[in-house]
């Protein structure tokens, strides 16, 4: 019945709508972008695969997490990284997200975090996307690219996501009204 | 939210900068305490948008400086654009299957691009405005800001619109919040007209002043209309698009069946999976309030009447509430009490008491006359939403909740103001919306778990569970006569329920917007609605008998007047306006709701 209900688009539109949530539980638990990224990857082609076994599109995001997890464990498991995960901290990261996700969706929280940095000042949002585009090697290349000390520009950078995070706190806030 | 004592090791943890003894001491303490999970999942969240964000805008910077030096031009330069930001995509993750989406864009998009020449500017704008760019690159929309063809517009979060004028010849598009459009040029050949793609949202059109052989096109998801010299609106949400004709005449073709109907002025049509695809009578539409009173100072987030209607209350984020004379003329008095936004206002059955409630945990009982502060209900563990008087006066609930998502449903006694009871075990989510019956045995809940609960009040049992709603609850409300529960949702329907039985009675549809309030007519049979705008239903038959329109910015509250003969709208652009509820209904006109 699945099959019949979710097409290929609406998988697709099911995976991108989610993304945020499930890429951020991935990386609660791997603390590596390019890991979680590859991890991403492969639980979007289980799902695809395997999507005729969900059997209400409501339950989507539970099912693509269960499936995350397991593939975070494989991962791990396959790749011989150096320190293995505890089964239970993924367990539990897995809860978190989805009483997060009950909180305070993903597609809220991203919707609201995107509308706060267009509204930051250019220079605040050249530096934040400058930490988080892959295009510096790390904070000290930052620090030179914007005339800072180190300290300062992780002071810096610390600033602007204190902002950003009031911002989102605010526009929800508003939300919930 | 996440405390900031926990915020930077979490933050360190995630960036690999702890050391093993560190990690390992961290999440020990992630294994057993869920709130610092939660915290490492929200944090892991914020870094995955940032990240999204960076990595699109620079792939954006990098496309244009390459397109720069391309010798290419107009369609060929954005089909290359697009493209690439396809495999940039792909590489991401998920991409093959978004790039269906993609390509469907280029073909809507490609093909007929004059990049340079100004479909439309922006004459007017309010909160988050975006253009979106062909190669999908947002930037902020700007007053005067030229949109070329192909360009989308999006509209984001309460409050936000945006004007576009057509300077060829002065047509106009009003584009309400929350709302994904995209314009071009008329796709057809040997057509000089406009094109505009409706994604999700409300767009009022404006072309009565197009020349002849220019026609516009709107198309959405579930239907393209072709019209010219007319002023139309069209709402497009989840699986239906709804089209009122103002002036002039359109013909609307249903996507699904590829069937045709006229549509002339008055009327509206629903283009839906549903059979029914006929122009109906538009309801009476009441566009000027009849009084309108603004407070400048903080918004207005709840609003109640006295029992004599001579007095208008409203409680504001800065935790201030005020008192207004019925006109809305005047502020009274001012009661300051509470630290935190007042979510919820009520007055008592008899009068002698208005019950208000904060975010700061406390509901406060006032003297409504004097405005003195009478006593506080405490021992609340989070912020209230709501809450509601029994019948006779004696009790009072509230609804809320604490923690990341704990219910919290307690009952009190006035007179003593001390805790008497609580409703537990039920609700999976914070409550949002609380109500007594007429007899004052049963207290309805409902809650951000989507779900109503009918409690049997003397003992704390659950009689029924109304599980029609697919997202959160927002407002509860049972007719005076008792007949008649109606719930509000996030949803975007309101449902009428029996409350004898909870059996679902009919679902009232047409909303475009966040419904968040509800409220009942004395007579009962007549439920205002309001969104954006107020909708008046007749209950019985689940027709609209009026629309109360001129809001650009969402509505907060919806009260009807002691005496029911006018209707008082909050708005979150911090307006009251009275309006005449005594509209006259139309004339004919089927239900455009369905059990």
Known sequence: MAERMLGQGQVARLLMHHRTALYGYIFACVRNHADAEDILQNVSVAVTESIGQLQDEKGFLPWAREIARRRVLAYRRQTRREQPLDPELVLRLAEASDRVEREFAAADHRAALLACLEALPVRSRQLIAMRYDGSVAGMGELAVRFGRTVQGIYAQVKRIKTVLRECVERRMSLEMQ | MISPDDREPLQAYLDGELSETEAAALELRLRSEPALADALVLLSREEAILGEWAGSARANQEHEAEAATLPMSGAASVRRFTIRRLIAIAASGVAALVAVGFLSLLFLGGGHNEPSSTLATVEEMHGDVFIVSENGKSIAAQLGQRIAPGNGIRTQGDGSFVVLTFPSDQSRLEIG???????????TPGERGKQVWLEQGTVAADVSKQPSNQP???????????????????????????????????????????????????????????????????????????????????PMLSAAYSMDGATLVTGHGDGTIKLWDAAGSEVRRTLKGHKRPVKALAFSPAGGLLASASDDRFVKLWDPVNGTDVGTLKGLKGGIDAIAFSPDGTQLATGGGFAKATPEVRLFDVVS?????????????????????????????????????????????????????????????????????????RDRTVQLWEPDTGKNRRILKGAFGDVRSIAFALDSKRLAVADNNVTLYDVTTGREQASFKGNRQPLAVVLFAPGGKELTTIGTDRTIRFWDAMARPPVVGPASSRP
């Open chain 2, 177 to 187: 919040p929350d709302t994904t459009i995209r314009l071009d040029n008329a796709v």
């Open chain 2, 216 to 298: 516009m096109i709107v198309t959405t998801p579930h239907a393209e209309a072709r019209f010219l010299e007319t002023k139309s609106s069209f709402a497009s949400a989840g699986s239906e698009t709804r089209i009122e004709q103002l002036k002039g005449q359109m013909q609307l073709t249903r996507k699904r069946d590829g069937r045709s109907i006229d549509v002339p002025t008055g009327s509206y049509a629903v283009a839906s999976a549903r059979d029914d695809f006929a122009p109906q009578p538009l309801p009476n539409q009441v566009l000027q309030p009849r009084a309108a009173a603004k407070d400048q100072t903080s």
């Open chain 2, 417 to 489: 103001r001390q805790e008497i009871g609580s409703f537990q075990g039920e609700h999976t989510n914070h409550v949002t919306a609380v109500a007594f019956s007429r007899d004052g045995k049963t207290l309805a809940t409902g809650g951000k778990d989507n779900v109503i609960k009918l409690w049997d009040v003397f003992t704390r049992l659950v009689r029924h569970t109304l599980d029609g709603h697919t997202n959160r609850i927002v407002s509860l409300a049972y007719s005076p006569d008792g007949q008649t529960l109606a719930s509000a949702s």
